[in-house]
């Protein structure tokens, strides 16, 4: 259920929610919302600190992540390599909006030295995100691919930063 580096659920425990996503967000009448995060020029930082202290990188980002989603009906999940997810359930645009504006700051501010960065001298993130409506059946195939392609938005423009699907916000 964990994965074994950051102590974060795995991408099997992930599939497993995911998929239930659409279903207990309907049960239940909840907006639901489905987050994408990788960091920012990744290969770039392993390169230039080593794999250790990439792990590392990894391990503090996660820290940071569950920390912040720590309540009920969140789920934090590292997806692989350098990609983490996150699924809130009942959470509304403006809270979502608030909380990737804070996931932002809270992983800069963890102050790990990135030199090679094209954008920060210090690690940065960017995300990518979609608000599942209740009934509105839309597949998790689909939503992934929302959220996806809010992630790469957010690459796009410039980097640490969130996009919401269908919005671009700096």
Not at 60 to 78: C, D, H, K
Not at 100 to 123: M, R
């Amino acid at each position: 259920m964990t994965d074994g580096m950051t102590k974060l659920y795995n991408r099997k425990y992930f599939d497993k929610i995911f998929d239930n996503m659409p279903f207990i967000s309907n049960a239940n009448n909840w907006e639901s919302a489905f987050v994408i995060l990788d960091i920012d020029f990744f290969k770039q930082y392993n390169d230039t600190y080593g794999h250790d202290m990439g792990d590392i990188t990894l391990k503090s980002v996660a820290n940071s992540l569950q920390s912040y989603f720590n309540r009920e009906y969140e789920y934090v999940f590292r997806l692989g390599g350098e990609e983490f997810g996150v699924i809130l359930f009942d959470i509304d645009e403006e809270i979502l909006k608030q909380c990737l504006a804070d996931v932002n700051k809270n992983i800069e501010s963890l102050n790990i030295e990135h030199k090679n960065s094209k954008i920060s001298n210090v690690v940065t993130i960017s995300i990518g995100a979609v608000i599942y409506e209740a009934n509105t059946y839309i597949s998790c195939n689909r939503l992934y691919k929302m959220a996806d392609e809010s992630l790469y938005r957010s690459k796009e423009n410039g980097r640490n930063q969130y996009t919401i699907y269908n919005e671009e916000v700096k």
